[in-house]
């Protein structure tokens, strides 16, 4: 495990950064890059990024582990291999021991699942993703501010800012992010916003053959996701964080860590 110590031995330029963090001015840490862009910084030009809030649902009853949305991830945001942007475990749980699941997740899910080597119980499919936080930890700890949010409510890293020191990767509850092998920065789920800026759907959920994952916009009062919210159980993963987590599941089985 890299503990901080290690980390800022490793790279001094973080380590420049975090003694602004301390002293209250972030903003005149060299490299530093605010963490509320101009709407025109981002997207496409002419979306309005006051007119949508952007979330995902996953309904845990219509994924079937088929990793479909793990390639399509992969193909579209060139993922390296071994490294996951999204992923799918299966759980399964015997009887009443929810607080001890047996959960795999083979490559991702990136070719599926093999049968399960359990019986009796139940087996069920968990897809996991960046959640995209209202309150994100991940933006709070980021001494330059490359993680940021975007008007419109969705997570990002900029890798053109972003020194690598891996705080962000370690401040995630969620386990969604990873250092890409190849550019040392920090990588996770955009919720493909090169797409949804565009009018277009994510590459997970045009992919997905069940329809388990649903890409949401909050803002928009004719989206269904409000009338759903209204008429079925909808929960978020490790809600006593309070991260303001924008993933909601369907039928989310207790024992999903």
Sequence with gaps: MITRRKMLVLLPAAAVAWKFVLAGTPAE???????????????????????????MLLDIDKCIGCGSCVRA???????????????VE??????????VPQVDSPNGALNGFPP????GGKNFFVP????????SPCTQVCPVGATLHT??????????????????????PYGCRFLNPTKRTA???????????????????????????QLVDLKDPNDPIHEYLKTHSVQVLKPHLATGAKA??????????
């Design 128 to 135: 996991k993703m960046c959640n995209h936080c209202k309150d």
């Design 116 to 119: 399960s080597k359990f019986e």
């Design 187 to 213: 990588e996770k789920c955009s919720l493909c916003y090169h797409r949804i800026t565009k009018g277009l759907t994510t590459a997970c959920c045009e992919n997905c053959p069940t329809g388990a994952r």
């Design 90 to 99: 299966r759980y399964h749980v015997s009887g009443w021991e929810q607080e």
């Design 151 to 172: 008007p419109d409510g969705v997570v990002l890293v900029d890798e053109k800012y972003c020194l690598g020191c891996r705080y962000c990767i370690q401040a995630c």
């Design 248 to 257: 909601f599941y369907h039928d989310l089985d207790g024992s999903v860590r």
């Design 29 to 55: 840490a060299p490299g530093y890059h605010p963490s509320t862009p101009t709407a025109g910084a981002l997207g496409t030009p002419g979306y309005d990024h006051s007119q949508h809030w952007w979330g």
């Design 73 to 87: 991830c992969s193909n579209e945001n060139n993922v390296p291999e071994g490294y996951f942007r999204t992923w």
